[in-house]
């Protein structure tokens, strides 16, 4: 008898649902109780699932609804992977409609595929529909079309209301101050964060930060300094925000003060010279589960399966409190996506880790070289009889050359997320003659 081996290799590969993940209708009660238990990440996965596991259009129409409805309220990564492969046609009383016609033209514009693209969009209200406003607004900004950027993002804020769309005004005024302040206008990049930002609970604490580096370029040191004490005192988020350090460098070294640099370099070292110590003595990074906190733009997708992982751990301890019925598919669905997510953490984490190791020992050899500068500069008696000023000091990592720094203000999350990971600003040393 004559085997077709292709065949037995087509068979070993093809999934098989679980039994008790068969019926559409058991996916439905399950999507219901953890929206009602407010467990976004088991409730993306759980749409994932019902996308790749059934193609009816209600199942379709449940998930996609879910999905935009997450992101409507601030589920922190981006959920595009997910628009790829279904296509239904939203009838056009769906409150999603525009949402999803919006994601699915996104995609396709990732894509090159222009023409799909266009189909999409076209079915938008584009003068009217907030997102899509935000969307074209990003275009114009990677163009360099700063004031059209600026235009639609006024008109697209104009455009929210209500509390529902809370998230994304945030979102737009967010952009709009940081476009503000790349072309130095920091006075109305920071009335942005004093009068609406940090106004509207719940405060995201990278905003305290944003807000300050406004008031160092306004000179306004004090309030700086008032910022981030109170980003340190309300942020209790999974990320570990360094760029805090590089900011109070280059305040206290406006200021020459020797003393307020020492303290700060202490601080540093007390929060990260174990970790620092462990990195340049050859330990294993993977045994470091503290460098994994860290922020960088070049490991954003780390991140996130790090944080992911944390957060269905933390969700699936809850899994009790269901309905009994739904409890064995809701196991089910959290235990496969972890252990789905530690394989992508394996094939991310050796990379990654390097990254943020290395960034983590170059800030801490700037900042302990920033100390030095200060000193130097104080005393010396070139410096105190000479009116020639002192040449700017590199404070952070990753520079094209020796007179400018990175600010890393990370966007991750939403569906909006716009690709700007950085900006960058010269250093100048004015310590008071």
Sequence with gaps: MLVCVPAL???????????????????????????EAHLPFGS????????????DLPSKELAYATIISLIDEGYPFSARPLFIPGDIEPGKDASYRQSYLLYK??????????????????????????????YLASEHYRKGE???????LRKALSLTKGAENAVFAKKVARNLARIYYELTQYEKSYEIYE????????????????????????????????????????SSGPNVLLEKYVLRALIYRE????????????????????LINSIKTGEPLNRLPELGKLEHP??????????????????????????????PLARYVYSSEIEHLKNDKQLLEENSLEILARHLVILGESLNFSGFNVALEKYSPERVFSEQAAAPVVLIDETEDNQKFRLHWIQTG????????????????????
């Design 414 to 433: 939403d569906f909006w997320r716009d690709e700007r990971l950085y900006y960058r600003g010269l250093l100048e040393n004015r310590c008071d003659k």
């Design 195 to 234: 009068s609406f930002l940090l106004k509207t609970n719940p405060i995201n604490p990278g905003d305290w930060l944003e807000g300050a580096w406004n008031l160092y370029r306004l000179r306004r040191y004090p309030e700086a300094l008032g910022y981030l004490y109170n980003m340190e005192a309300k």
């Design 298 to 327: 070049q490991t954003l997708n780390y991140r996130q399966v790090i944080q992911t992982l944390d957060e269905l751990a933390r969700e699936s301890q809850l899994i009790p409190q269901l309905p009994s019925k739904v409890q």
């Design 255 to 274: 200021y020459c003060s020797v003393e307020s640099t020492k303290a700060l370099i202490d601080s540093f070292t007390q929060d990260f010279g174990r």
């Design 105 to 134: 033209g996104i995609v396709n514009a990732d894509k090159k595929m222009d023409k799909w693209a266009e189909h999409y969009f076209s079915k938008l209200d584009q003068e009217n529909f907030p997102k899509y406003l935000f």
């Design 44 to 55: 993306l996965v759980a749409s994932g699932d019902i996308l790749n596991f059934f193609g």
């Design 146 to 152: 700063d004031a059209k950027a600026i235009e639609l």
């Design 9 to 35: 290799a087509a068979q070993k590969w093809v999934g098989q649902i679980p039994k008790l993940a068969e019926k559409v209708e058991s996916w439905h009660e399950l999507l219901s109780a953890l929206r």
